[in-house]
């Protein structure tokens, strides 16, 4: 690995919140730079009546969400790598594998937005590792500790 760039899934989730944090932290390590990717697209299946209402509306809120969480990271980790936005329209999956092109690793989180589409159409993750042309980290969701009986 040695083109100094870590790649990052975010979509506004807390799996993606997590990958952020968790590509902050690996990219201090390795005096590496992060670019948070965030992949919008307007199809109506998933919008958010309250928040998106059309394809400019739907773009605008992704911007506002790829930007706070990154501001969120920077903020909690008062990195002084520098931590990259870039808003790509267009599917997830193909949208990160690109964005990943050359990177010295792609950061995911485990779950994001998308129960539908993951029951449709399969998890962003899934299709990620497997046209990915780098390594890949899936950053696991937490399980709630269970209740002892």
Sequence with gaps: MNNHLIVVGVDGSDGSRRALDWAAGEAADRDTAVRAVMAWYWDGVEAD???ATSPEEQRRHASQVLHRQV????????THLP???????GSPA??????AR?????????????RLRHSVLGSVSEAVI???TCPVVVVPTPVPASIPE
């Design 49 to 51: 009546v309250l928040t």
């Design 71 to 78: 501001q969120e990271v920077i903020a909690a980790r008062g």
């Design 83 to 89: 931590i990259t936005a870039e808003l790509v329209e």
């Design 94 to 99: 193909a949208v990160l594998t690109t964005a």
């Design 102 to 114: 050359g990177a010295d690793l792609l950061v995911l989180g485990s779950h994001g937005h998308g």
């Design 130 to 132: 497997r046209k990915a």
